[in-house]
């Protein structure tokens, strides 16, 4: 049972949600809704005052560079990683992270589980999402990953297509994000899937 009164925080230049980020590596963001996860990380992104890594595993985000609905933003670097530069793309996104402060957008989970079989990718993408958020913590950089989910018969969030049940780490942040007429919800959500909080962006 989800909690019906979370706390609620006005959250608009996404300050708060920043912060909130930094103290829980990484941040997992859920979401049902493709457009709802593009217009979100489009405010994060521009809330932004620090260098932005990324990772285009869906390759929605280039397309709507591409198509001219998002302005490019030439502190974003973006990363389109396949099977075969997966390596080579991580080892030089770490050697980023462990100088500097910034963010890590991972953009899907669904994308990049996409890339391997089943059992190579829970053990893989695991074990190197856990190490980028180790190094991040030495410079205090943001690691996001997304995941379009849906929920299966026991109220748990799996991935969409697919069906595989989420990471689990106890230092991970978890957020389900949602939209209402005036805003997004940024929902944050305990290991009991209870809302704790309850961030609000106005559109």
């Not at 217009?39 to 521009?46: A, D």
């Not at 099977?83 to 793309?89: L, M, P, S, V, Y």
């Not at 050697?95 to 991972?106: F, P």
């Amino acid at each position: 049972m989800l909690d019906k009164n979370p706390e609620q925080i006005l959250d608009n230049d996404l300050t708060q949600i920043n912060n909130e980020f930094l103290e829980k590596s990484p941040g997992i963001i859920l979401c049902s809704k493709p457009f709802l996860k593009s217009e979100f990380l489009k405010r994060l992104i521009e809330s932004q005052s620090i260098p932005i890594i990324f990772l285009d595993f869906d390759l929605l985000y280039s397309g709507y560079f591409i198509s001219g609905m998002i302005k490019k933003n030439e502190g974003v670097k973006i990363f389109r990683p396949s099977r075969i530069t997966w390596e080579k793309d991580l080892k030089e996104i770490i050697e980023k992270v462990s100088k500097e402060k910034v963010l890590v957008i991972l953009d899907s989970l669904n994308g990049i589980c996409n890339m391997f079989d089943e059992l190579e990718s829970a053990r893989f993408i695991n074990a190197a999402i856990m190490l980028l958020s180790s190094v991040a913590r030495t410079t205090k950089s943001l690691i996001l990953v997304t995941a379009m989910v849906i929920k299966n018969e026991n109220e748990e969030w799996i991935l969409s297509p697919g069906g595989r049940h989420l990471m689990d780490s106890k230092k991970s942040g978890m957020y389900y994000l949602s939209m209402s007429e005036t805003s997004l919800i940024l929902n944050s959500v305990d290991k009991k899937f209870q809302y704790s909080k309850s961030f609000e962006i106005k559109k």
